[in-house]
């Protein structure tokens, strides 16, 4: 199936791969020794690269990394950059101790894994405001546009718990829109092509002025033929497999406005929005796709009172609409939140504090109940300095479905010297049933109770002003596990219901180790992962689903102002997409090896390229479900300033 496609599509594509071609040229002459404009450039016009990042999503206030309890990781602009034409999915799926599947190409059904824990156990936020399907619990990370974004904070563990309530006992990952940081007015536009007819086209622009005024705008659209996204199945004359292409395309936006009122008091608003369509294969039926809707809007008022003081209140809304025609399914999720958060500096360490109501509503004729509340409050502790650093976070739910939970964290890491530092943690997490658990017909169980976890993490970590190193060694328990139990009746023998029976024992070890010398980048990670059943029935002993044993990456890359390159290599290991271990669901490891860059052509003429899969590997991520060969993307973007 061919999505349609302008005639002056084919004179923008070959524009583009030309420039690619001069992009090389001066790619290789800018690292020449001879080239004059390495000898006379100075440190004021170098890149700035920071390993000690501010993150915020960890504590709920501005933390440096290396004074985080729990392992954080950061995908700023400069790395975001390199996923021009993909989304978040994409930006994310290459992290430590993240592992994933997709059901084919571009904007396909996916899901993530973090840390063994499944993606409706990792809770995601766009500006601070919940995001995903009430239906699935899910967050569709496979339809959010990388070039919207302006950062990603990965937050591993289940501290997130006790900070952000249900659904973070995996991690939060939290999305922020561009604009937030705004310091210059200026327009850009960009188009760009790639592998399988892929275009994208956007536009964005910046304004400030004296008055404490930012406005941020940003709007693209993506479209590509996509990729023959099944496999056939010999053994199966059901599996749903059409030869064809399965395309995508959306259409994306992104809003974003700060005023500063005085010193003391700010206000602003954000939201992202996108619109998309997904083609997909289903059995004989052929032109068969969905329609999606997803996006979070913000507003907010902050108040710093005195130094060292303030509170926040926020009112945000999220959507996950999906129309699939071929089932004639509607389920449009909405997300209503406002929270209240403070900070108070202390005599030693910083004070938390904050309310939050949730209102969670779903529409659909599936559930016999479509709608529940959830009435938060949380306390918190954070200490970090120069010797010591520790969090401490307690947090209420009450949920209208399943009744109230409190869960907990502490921890504490000690600086041995100015570069070494140790530390341990624990939290207590949990999960929310997800409305599907809940109410679907086909075996919801209304009595279901919470998932829950225990979680334990230890860490060293050596950092330079060249360089950062960290090895992380955890271990959790997971309880009450939801699962579906078959229960065939001479009338039914499909019947069956969820049910709070399987447990897991996760366990691993995470490497990670980034360096800049120089121009240099580079360093990688390294996962060691055992996530198994622990139930005790027949599958007690097996690997969870989409969970390798093995996974790693590593890197190198060069960067001036006006240009860098980095080439990188991932590893994924073995391992089985069902937790029965089957052979037939068997996943062979793969290595994928891929390049990427962008050259500044002039002052105000950007080119970016990618180059992914150059081995042409042959691999899945799901039995069943194809992946893209070699494949590319290349852009051009034109700014004034």
Not at 147 to 164: C, F, T, V, W
Not at 468 to 490: C, F, Q
Request: overall charge negative; charged content about 20%; hydrophobic content about 30%.
């Amino acid at each position: 199936m061919l999505l349609t496609r302008s005639s002056s599509s084919t004179y923008l594509r070959c524009c583009i791969l030309s420039a690619l071609g001069v992009f090389a040229v001066n790619t290789a002459m800018a690292v020449t020794p001879s080239d004059p404009d390495l000898e006379t450039v100075n440190d004021s016009e170098l890149p700035q690269v920071e390993l000690d990042k501010i993150v915020v999503t960890a504590t709920r206030t501005p933390t440096k990394t290396s004074n985080v309890i729990a392992q954080t990781r950061v995908i700023d602009s400069e790395e975001l950059r390199r996923y021009q034409g993909q989304t978040v999915l994409e930006a994310l799926k290459r992290q430590p101790g993240i592992s994933h599947y997709t059901s084919g190409g571009m904007g396909t059904v996916s899901n993530l894994y973090m840390r063994g824990y499944d993606g409706k156990q990792i809770l995601v936020l766009i500006d601070g405001i919940r995001y995903s399907s009430l239906s699935t619990g899910n967050s569709a990370l496979n339809l959010l546009p990388a070039d919207q974004i302006d950062r990603i904070e990965i937050l591993y563990g289940a501290s997130g718990s006790s900070i952000y309530g249900a659904d973070a006992m995996g991690g939060v990952i939290q999305v922020f829109t561009k604009g937030s940081n705004v310091d210059q007015s200026s327009m850009s536009v960009t188009a760009g092509v790639g592998s399988n007819d892929q275009y994208l086209y956007g536009a964005s622009a910046q304004f400030v002025n004296d008055t404490g005024t930012a406005l941020s705008l940003s709007a693209s659209h993506n479209e590509t033929d996509g990729i023959n996204a099944t496999l056939p199945d010999p053994s199966n004359e059901y599996a749903p497999y059409n030869k064809d292409d399965d395309g995508f395309e959306s259409d994306n936006f992104s809003i974003a406005l700060n005023q500063r009122i005085n010193d003391q008091l700010s206000v602003g608003a954000s939201a992202l929005y996108s619109e998309s369509t997904t083609y997909f294969d289903n059995g004989a039926a052929e032109n068969v796709y969905s329609d999606q809707e997803t996006g979070a809007a913000q507003a907010f008022v902050d108040w710093r009172y005195q130094p060292g003081a303030s509170v926040k209140l926020q009112y945000g809304h999220s959507i996950d609409n999906i129309d699939t025609e071929t089932y004639s399914s509607n389920y449009d999720t909405e997300q209503d939140q406002v929270s209240l958060v403070g900070q108070h500096a202390l005599p030693i360490g910083t004070g938390i504090y904050g309310a939050e109501y949730l209102n969670q509503s779903i529409d659909t004729t599936d559930y016999d109940v479509d709608d529940r509340d959830v009435t938060s409050a949380f306390l918190g502790y954070v200490l970090a300095n120069d010797q010591f650093d520790a969090q401490a976070n307690l947090r209420y739910d009450d949920n209208s479905q399943y009744g109230d939970e409190t869960t907990y964290n502490l921890g504490g890491a000690l600086h041995i010297s100015p570069n070494l530092r140790i530390g341990a943690s624990y939290a207590k997490g949990f999960r929310a049933p997800s409305f599907n658990d809940l109410y679907s017909p086909f075996g919801g169980n209304a009595e279901l109770t919470p998932e829950t976890s225990d979680n334990y993490e230890a860490f060293i970590e050596y950092d330079t002003p060249i360089q950062s190193t960290r090895l992380t060694g955890y271990h959790n328990k997971v309880d009450d596990l939801i699962s579906y139990v078959a229960s065939p009746t001479p009338s039914n023998p499909y019947a069956g219901s969820s049910e709070n029976v399987d447990e897991a024992k996760i366990e691993g070890l995470t490497l990670t180790s980034d360096w800049i010398v120089d121009n240099y980048l580079f360093g990688g990670s390294y996962d060691y992962q055992q996530a198994e059943d622990n139930s005790g029935g027949s599958n007690d002993g097996n690997f969870l689903a989409i969970r390798p044993e093995h996974k790693g990456l590593i890197y190198l890359g060069y960067r001036l102002s006006s240009f860098d390159i980095r080439a990188e290599y991932e590893y994924v290991g073995d391992y089985y997409s069902n937790v029965a271990n089957a052979e037939s669901q068997f996943v062979d490891h793969y290595g994928l090896f891929n390049i990427s860059g962008n050259y500044q052509l002039t002052e105000s003429l950007t080119i970016a390229a990618r180059l992914d899969n150059i081995t042409n590997e042959k691999y899945i991520t799901l039995p069943g479900y194809d992946t893209d060969g070699i494949n590319y993307f290349t852009s051009l973007t034109y700014n004034w300033y």
